[in-house]
């Protein structure tokens, strides 16, 4: 394994963990506080942005010509707007239970659309791979007891949050290309100083009329996390990842994110560990492990190549 790879899946993970556990302290956040789901997208997203454009100031200065702007538009609307704002608005409408179990079919989605789009193949390796990596996180998901399943599932709620997740596996496939051309900091900033100009008219009233001050000081530091390590920390590093790893690799990672949720859960006694977690947790890195081994496009035509000789 060359090092650009070791380095882009050690990113991965570290951003996924960073996500998984993004998620119990946020859902702290909303319990202890009057905090909506909408207000924490829009603190993500702005507090990201100023954050950014602070880091940018401390690095080489990158020229972007005016058609990678537009494309860095649209990279925005899919991979945060879309993504994080259709999310957040399916799971209003739907049980957290069934948005959980839709976040597995990102993987499934970027295989589909990378053979499409990329011409990558969908090699056995790869298929069983992303089953047995799907498998664990449902494992993980259904047998968490901590899942709040008081709200009932609903299809249009469903249908948004896939469409979310569908959101995320185009902009991971599209792209790649746009992404290695610049650093990280001068692709997140532009990323989120787009995606915020886009969702403050929506969101502008409810920020200005939300009582700051009514947010208890521990919960603070809750906010802190979610803008910090779940945001700014994991968006610095996915681009360092979908550089040196195919999108389907970089998707599969997600299945981190349960485990990472489950200890936390655990570690606060708010859940408890047993066997059918621990096979879940092997399954899930069964997963990421197979389909990191399967051949890309470039393999094949290599292996192709070389028979021909």
Not at 6 to 25: C, D
Not at 264 to 290: E, P, R
Request: proline letters at 4%.
């Amino acid at each position: 394994m060359k090092t650009n790879e070791i380095k882009g899946h050690a990113a991965m993970l570290t951003a996924n963990t960073m996500w998984g556990l993004m998620s119990p302290v946020a859902k702290l956040v909303f319990i202890g506080s009057a905090v909506t789901p909408f207000i924490m997208v829009d603190v993500r997203i702005v507090g990201a942005a100023v954050l950014f454009w602070i880091a940018s100031f401390f690095t080489k200065k990158e020229h972007v010509p005016h058609e990678d702007m537009l494309k860095l538009f649209f990279a925005s609307l899919l991979g945060i707007v879309f993504n994080q704002g259709l999310y957040t608005f399916g799971l209003g409408m739907t049980s957290p239970i069934d948005a959980s179990i839709i976040t597995t079919s990102t993987p499934i989605l970027t295989m589909i659309i990378a053979a499409f789009y990329l011409k990558e193949p969908v090699t056995g390796k790869k298929v069983l791979g992303i089953f047995a990596g799907a498998s664990g996180a449902l494992l993980l998901i259904l047998s968490n007891k901590s899942i709040d399943v008081s709200q009932v599932g609903n299809v249009w709620g469903d249908i948004i949050c896939l469409l979310a997740e569908l959101s995320f596996s185009v902009y991971l496939v599209l792209f790649k290309g746009l992404i290695s051309r610049y650093s990280p900091i001068t692709l997140m900033k532009w990323m989120f100083t787009y995606s915020s100009i886009c969702i403050i008219p929506f969101s502008y009233s409810e920020l200005i009329t939300f009582d700051w001050t009514s947010i208890p000081l521990e919960l603070v530091g809750g906010m802190a996390f979610v803008v910090l390590g779940g945001t700014f920390f994991s968006y610095l590093l996915s681009p360092v990842a979908q550089r040196s790893l195919r999108p389907t690799v970089v998707s599969m990672y997600c299945y981190v994110q349960p485990i990472v949720a489950s200890v936390f859960t655990v570690c606060w006694g708010m859940d408890s560990f047993n066997f059918l977690k621990v096979v879940a947790v092997c399954l899930v890195f069964t997963g990421v492990f197979l389909v990191t081994r399967s051949k890309s496009r470039a393999q094949m035509l290599m292996m192709k190549e070389k028979d021909r000789g």
